[in-house]
């Protein structure tokens, strides 16, 4: 069944959403996540995606007290975090403080051997976040586009051993534009880890698009994430989390 997971972003301890991964175009929805993650808990998530926008552009965890509050708040929420995660030691840190999966994006991309050590040091607990444009990888808070290819990275990390892969089409992102489905579906029908779709979501229509898609247990769009939608009104994340239901 399709997980519908709502997004956190975190940039000066608010809850924001940035167009196309935009520091200059960010739209602030909320002064308390613990709140707001309580919001969507109310609303039937089982799991956040939570991103340190500033970790990211910092290259270090920034919304550290943020996210162990979160976590120490709904014990039960299963947490997945992206953003400035570049050492072993700060994902034994956010494990222990009961974060579920630590999303590597930089990292990864600079240093493939880091994901290598990750998963062998936390086995099931790694996710790698794959940022697209135009089938090319971006990194440092998707400033710099890289000639390294989506699917030729994701294919290189999914021998690593990770959970799985998060692909974000930024030119999507923030947009409500519509997810990417071709590159996605290309993506999760190439490699053997689940793929967690994101970027464009906008409607209940996006969401049964996806729910309605072939999966296994190794493979497939095994999830969605849903920001600015569930935070603009124009998709329910209770009844987006209801339609998956009927695609068990």
């Not at 990417?180 to 880890?193: D, F, G, K, W």
């Not at 209940?204 to 969605?224: C, F, K, M, Y």
Request: proline share 3%; hydrophobic share 45%.
């Amino acid at each position: 069944m399709l997980e519908v997971i709502p997004a956190i972003d975190l940039k000066d301890g608010a809850v924001v959403n940035l167009r196309q991964g935009k520091f200059d175009q960010s739209t602030i929805y909320s002064t308390d996540p613990v709140e707001t993650a309580g919001r969507w808990v109310a609303e039937g998530c089982r799991r956040l995606h939570i991103v340190d926008l500033d970790g990211a552009l910092a290259g270090k965890s920034v919304s550290y007290e943020v996210v162990k509050a979160i976590a120490s708040s709904f014990p039960k929420l299963v947490i997945q975090l992206g953003g400035g995660i570049r050492s072993l030691t700060i994902i034994e840190r956010y494990i222990d403080a009961g974060v579920k999966d630590l999303v590597l994006g930089t990292q990864a991309v600079e240093r493939p051997s880091f994901v290598d050590e990750a998963a062998e040091a936390f086995p099931g607990h790694i996710i790698v976040g794959l940022d697209g444009v135009k089938g090319r990888v971006a990194i440092h808070g998707w400033k710099t586009v890289t000639e390294f290819g989506v699917l030729d990275l994701a294919r290189r990390f999914e021998q690593a051993g990770i959970e799985g892969i998060v692909y974000t089409d930024i030119e999507r992102d923030g947009m409500m534009s519509g997810i990417n489905l071709e590159a996605t579906v290309h993506l999760a029908e190439a490699i053997n880890v689940p793929v967690i779709a994101s970027g464009g979501i906008n409607q209940l229509a996006d969401i049964e698009t996806l729910a309605a898609l072939p999966r296994s247990e190794t493979g497939g769009i095994q999830g969605v994430i849903t920001g600015r939608a569930i935070y603009e009104g124009t998709l329910s994340l209770s009844e987006a989390i209801a339609v998956t239901q009927s695609y068990r």
